[in-house]
């Protein structure tokens, strides 16, 4: 698809070369640092860069947009939206839009593939919609959050968020503890002992860990971090698909605050033509579930998925991004109530998802560890799902150890020791619990699943960029070609007009055309005094209008003077306006 | 403080408030105020300024019991004002069962905020003298919101409308899609304060003709072979092409429906019309909604929409399922009772017996917080006269108005020139005739549905501690039985509540200095003592997740060592709290 224009050329010629800013380290990356940074890109970049406030969060921090744009008139042009760290832990997606951000800024001056974007496009970069979950991978004891705010009752004993976990031995990060208990659903993987995996009856194994949070028991009911505070997490609290009585999607979508200050600044912005979301969804290296344009509605309600007009340019936009960024992260393929389906499925915009790292599941090249550490774990990912599939293994009653096959956390494992990165397992420590008495502290570490390698981020950020600076070339942009008048008797005109659209995303998406979320083209006949129409509507509302040279021809019958001014005028919120005379045909 | 003795003591406040006139002169039997204390005329529909008005005026004579608040804004800034109906001496309102009671949510459905009023009026006038509204008023708390939609109200009352425009609220939508909002709606052409019908004559080219008895109703004429023609056309509301695209009337003020704004089993506007872009967007509902989060007392919803002779309830799509059963019978008791109350009303499920609705009010107030709830359609058109030969439809419409009106429900066909069509004829029914009751009937309309608040009202949770039963199994060890129960047909939680984990559950707790609580729990028959559910920690805070049911007794019991002062508590979202101390 993404035929390579110039314009694209430039970009990867230049850009991969020259320009890579360092990401810094994630301490650079906290909320008040991400601003301070933010807000330096806007002051270095005036000519293009400015700052705005999409809203502030529950606890009071403002969620911020940086926008770039050269053009005169933002609004005549469409918008490109890049959002990341919706989910708390995900932080160091919120260093790659930054660093997107400030590649771009700074390459306005010279680079001219990065001027050709920017003074056609206006492109917002909200690189932390989540602020105060992402405030856990900064706070000490470091623990993953995910919901920002309200306390469900969890474990209905009429009291709210008053058990979570927290760190009981005192070694900084909060994970998990194991007692040894002959009710214990657990047992150590056979390859490596450090995992636990539930034990399978039917296969004759036996349970020996009791697994729990890393938590006391602060009320007394003999369970523990059953009630944590804090349950409704951002990303699960939007319109579409919303879980209603589930804790973690609130109270009412867009009751968090951070996710009705997205709804709203998505709905201001009413040129925005693409979202992009970098976080733990992903829609382009696993094809997303879709349905057929016209799917019967069941008990009156629409079947969920992506309408296949639209995946079919899902899936190629999926293809030049793997190819771009050779990124097999996938997601869990969970979006109820999130951002990223209520921008496409009650927004119908064209929204693309990426995660842009998981923790790999094999050992690391030897000689490569920065090329294994980008996270190719689609193969394996694979092979894993087939095994799920497989009906037990029939062959053998007892697997011995050296034919057992290692579960997902001990292929994680092989990764974390091949490649050295032991702060992501805490080995399993001897603790004396105050209710439980004897435990085990340990597992995987806070972000040791979300935040790649300090190695990697670089990597990752460039391959991002060069793919992120070609979707410009996606965005429907609309013209007016050949209009012309044609003399068919004293004083009667034939007008036609030709409306294209010579980027690769339809005017408006398939589902867009169901939300009418974003106003049809308005093709309009501009009569003079003295003219009169004798055929035709003065105002046509253009809906299908494919990409790729998508065209729609108008026509007229006006009467009037010969030396009448006759025109076409054109316009739309998001995919750019244009004015055309007449002209006599030969 | 015991439930009785505040009542008690409500009663000797109440008698000692000096009392205009003479409360007794009348005729006891009615059921209104006999000698009102606040005058109202019950005979006429009132603009938003007046509807609060007449509640502050009640406020100035009620002061202890009526107390006003702005919750939110308008889209046109108006106030979103709930009025509190409570007896502060019986406890504070947030301890009570309460009861929310709104209307108005259509802007053109307008006697909902009338209705609300009448509400307030009644339980305050009877106060202190009818036994019945005295125990209801001292043990629950009513939250009053007379208008949802006060922008809708006001552009009706103000404005040329017909019975059915300004249903929306007021805040500008592009409905047409052309880059302008609202430009397009409905005008009053002629200038007379009507919006109405349009038609034109077209000799044997027509879709309809003249009523052969009364010209002034269009008759469809029949599709057939023979080359029958109307000699009219109906062109629809008053209006022009006000913005030249060559549509009439196709994007009139708002255009949306902010009872279709609701949480529970929300779809987006290309499912549901009107639903807008998030659920609550407009902040009306949102203030409401939050108001009510933060009221989980609230036991009882009524919602007053304005036409069709309804009792509705959810749910109001089909895809949700039925509700469960427990909860299923405490409605259908309120429901039937009201079609006994309501004459020509019938009890309705909304999806089954009138159509679906995604994101309504009562829908989220039922599925979404467990809140028993309906929506009351007030007006029912056999009310202009429940004679079999005065028939629904134009005729009996255009009878009644001839015969009751003297014909002053109708704008007589009369010519306009306009600007499209030419030579046209505009007339038809004005606003105040089809949706809401001629003035003689707006008081009855008003009673019977304020009494049926009042009943549903009634229904809600009432909990006691019957006395407490000691036993001595030596050594200082004792048994103590307990019988919690709900004199009321409305559970403390509903199945629904139970089920979703709405709400907080309730507790029942014994507390002492002298016990030791060595077990406790619920007994599961009545017969056998050993049979009992133990809650494994800390049994002297028993939590009761399932509430205490509709007319149900639980039966506790506790096993302690010790004695002295010992108090036993009940604690509920959605009923007072009550207590019982005894010494052993």
Redesign the interface.
């Known amino acids: 698809m993404l035929i390579p224009t110039p314009m694209f050329g430039v970009a990867l010629a230049t850009l991969v070369s020259a320009t890579s800013a360092p990401l810094g380290d994630v301490e650079s990356l906290s909320h008040a640092r991400l601003s301070e940074a933010l807000a330096a890109v806007a002051s270095e970049h005036p000519d293009v860069a400015s700052l705005h406030r999409v809203g502030v969060s529950r606890e009071g921090r403002a969620i911020e947009a940086l926008r770039l744009t050269g053009t005169e008139d933002p609004s005549n042009h469409p918008a490109l939206l890049l959002v990341a760290n919706l989910e708390g832990p995900r932080v160091f997606e919120s260093g790659v839009v930054l660093d997107h951000a400030r590649r771009l800024a700074n390459a306005y001056e010279s680079d001219e593939s990065v001027r050709a974007l920017l003074d056609t496009t206006v492109v917002w970069f909200v690189p932390r919609a989540n602020p105060d979950a992402a405030e856990g991978r900064f706070a000490s004891p470091s623990i993953e959050r995910w919901a920002s705010s309200i306390d469900v ?1 969890n474990d ?3 009291r709210r968020g008053e058990d979570g976990p927290a760190d009981v031995n005192g070694d900084g990060v909060v994970t998990t503890m194991r007692v040894l208990d002959p009710e214990g659903e657990w047992m150590e993987d056979p390859t490596d002992a450090r995992v636990l995996i539930q034990a399978d009856r039917v296969k004759g194994e036996r349970g020996k860990w009791r697994l729990y949070p890393e938590s006391r028991d602060l009320d ?3 369970t523990f971090g059953e009630d944590a505070p804090r349950d409704a997490q951002v990303d699960r609290n ?3 698909g ?1 879980e ?2 589930v804790a973690r999607a609130g ?4 009751d968090e605050p951070e996710a ?1 200050a997205l ?1 709203e600044f998505v ?1 201001a912005q009413k040129n925005l033509a693409l979202v992009v979301v970098y976080d733990g969804h992903d829609n382009l290296v696993e094809k997303p579930k879709s349905v057929a344009d016209d799917a019967a ?6 079947p969920y998925g992506v309408l296949e007009s639209d995946a079919e340019l899902l899936e190629e936009i999926g293809r030049e991004y793997r190819e771009q960024t050779k990124n097999e992260a996938k997601g869990d393929g969970e979006d109820a109530g999130t951002f990223a389906r ?1 921008c496409y ?3 119908g915009l064209v929204t693309l998802s990426a995660v842009l790292w998981n923790l790999p599941d094999e050992a690391p090249a030897a000689d490569e560890d920065a090329d294994a550490a980008e996270g190719d774990d689609g193969a394996v990912t694979e092979e894993a799902a087939a095994d799920e599939a497989a009906p037990a293994e029939e062959e053998d009653d007892e697997v011995s150890e050296s034919d057992a096959k290692p579960s997902d956390d001990a292929k994680h494992l092989l990764w974390i020791d091949g490649a050295g990165e032991s702060w992501r397992f805490v080995d399993w420590t001897p603790f004396d619990h105050p209710e439980l008495g004897s435990v085990e502290i340990g597992g995987f570490a806070p972000f040791a699943r979300s935040e790649p390698p300090q190695d990697a981020w670089t990597k990752i950020a460039d391959a991002h960029f060069d793919w992120f600076q070609g979707l410009g070339e996606l965005l429907p942009r609309i013209e007016l070609v050949e209009c012309e008048r044609e003399k068919l008797g004293t004083g009667v005109w034939k007008v036609t007009a030709t409306l294209t659209n010579d980027a690769y995303l339809p005017l408006l998406s398939r589902s867009m055309q ?4 974003t ?2 083209a ?1 093709v309009s006949l501009v009569l003079p005094d003295g003219a009169t129409l004798l055929s035709g ?3 046509e ?1 253009v809906r299908d209008l494919a990409g790729s040279g998508g065209r729609a021809e108008f026509e007229w019958l006006v009467h009037g003077p010969d030396g009448m001014e006759l025109g076409v005028s054109v ?1 739309s ?1 998001h995919a750019g306006r244009a004015f055309r005379k007449a002209e006599v045909s030969q | 403080m015991k439930l009785a003795m505040k009542t008690m003591l409500a009663l000797v406040l109440a008698a000692s408030v000096p009392v205009a006139q003479d409360a007794e002169a009348g005729f006891p039997g009615l059921g209104a105020a006999r000698n009102p204390r606040v005058e109202i005329a019950w005979n006429r529909l009132y603009d938003f300024e007046d509807i609060y008005a007449h509640l502050d005026r009640l406020v100035a004579e009620w002061p202890d019991l009526l107390s006003m608040q702005v919750i939110g804004h308008s889209v046109e800034n108006r106030e979103m004002r709930v009025y509190t109906l409570n007896n502060g001496a019986t406890g504070a309102d947030t301890e009570k069962p309460a009861f929310w009671l709104d209307g108005n949510v259509h802007g053109n459905e307008v006697q909902g905020g009338e209705g609300v009023v009448y509400c307030a009026w009644y339980l305050l006038e009877n106060y202190g003298t009818n036994e019945r509204v005295t125990e209801l008023v001292d043990r629950s708390a009513f939250y009053l919101l007379p208008m949802q939609n006060p922008d809708g109200r006001s552009n009706w009352f103000k404005h040329a409308h017909n019975a059915h425009s300004s249903r929306s609220g007021v805040m500008p939508l ?1 409905r047409d ?3 302008l909002a609202d430009e397009d709606g409905p005008d009053d052409l002629d200038g007379d304060g009507s919006i109405v019908q349009m038609r034109k004559y077209v000799p044997g080219t027509g879709t309809h003709r003249l009523n052969r008895d009364d010209p002034r109703i269009m008759e469809r004429v029949p599709t057939n072979e023979r080359g029958i023609r109307g000699d009219w056309i109906l062109l629809g509301s008053e209006g022009i092409d006000n913005d ?3 549509r009439i009337n196709e994007d009139s003020l708002g255009g949306y429906d902010m009872n279709r704004a609701w ?9 549901q019309f009107g639903a807008g ?4 967007y407009w902040p009306e509902a949102r203030c409401i ?1 939050r108001f009510i ?1 933060d009221h989980p007392n609230i036991a009882g919803v009524q919602s007053y929409h304005n036409s069709g002779g309804m009792i509705l309830r959810g749910p109001g ?3 949700f399922g039925p509700y469960p059963r427990a909860d299923v019978s405490v409605y259908d008791a309120i429901g039937q009772d009201g079609e006994k109350m309501l004459p020509f009303y019938r009890y309705m499920i909304i999806w089954k017996d009138l159509y ?1 609705v ?1 994101g309504g009010f009562v829908n989220w107030t039922y ?2 917080l467990g809140i028993f709830s309906f929506t009351n359609e007030m007006w029912a058109s056999n009310r202009n006269s429940p004679d079999d030969r005065v028939e629904g439809g134009s005729e009996g419409r255009q009878w009644f108005d001839d015969h009751l009106l003297m014909g002053a429900g109708f704008v007589d066909w009369h010519e306009y020139d306009h600007p499209l069509y030419g030579k046209i004829e505009i007339g038809g029914f004005k606003k105040d005739v089809g949706r809401v009751p001629p003035s003689f009937l707006i008081e009855e309309m008003l009673h019977r549905n304020a009494m049926f608040v009042i009943r549903h009202a009634e229904t809600m949770p009432s909990v006691s501690i019957a006395e407490p039963v000691v036993a001595e199994l030596g050594d200082g060890v004792r048994t103590i039985d307990v019988i919690v129960s709900n004199e009321k047909l409305m559970p403390t939680r509903s199945s629904l509540a139970v089920r ?3 709400g ?2 309730d ?1 029942i707790t014994i507390e002492g200095d002298g016990i030791e609580v060595l077990a406790g729990g619920f007994r599961t028959d009545r017969f056998r003592p050993e049979r009992i559910d133990l809650q ?3 049994p002297a ?1 028993l ?1 009761r ?1 399932e509430g205490v049911g509709s007319l149900e007794e639980v039966r506790v019991r506790w096993i302690v060592r010790g004695g002295g002062s010992v108090t036993i508590r009940v604690t509920s979202e959605k009923a007072q709290d009550a207590s019982r101390s005894f010494e052993f």
Not at chain 2, 263 to 271: E, G, K, R
Not at chain 2, 277 to 280: G, V
């Open positions: 009752d209905r004993d009429g007394g009911d003999e939007f319109a579409s919303w209603e009585h109270t009412f979508p867009t009705r709804c709905m509605p069941v008990k009156r309600v629409p209520w499925d009650h927004r169901r939300t009418r979320t106003r049809p308005k509507n003065t105002q509302l316009d919120d | 592009d899609l052309d880059g030249g695209d060559g949480p529970s089993l929300w779809f987006p506007d290309h499912v872009p998030y659920p609550l909604a989060l799509a089909e895809v679906s995604f599925e979404g979703d984990e709405l907080a559950p507790l494994d920690h800390d805070r939590i997740d």
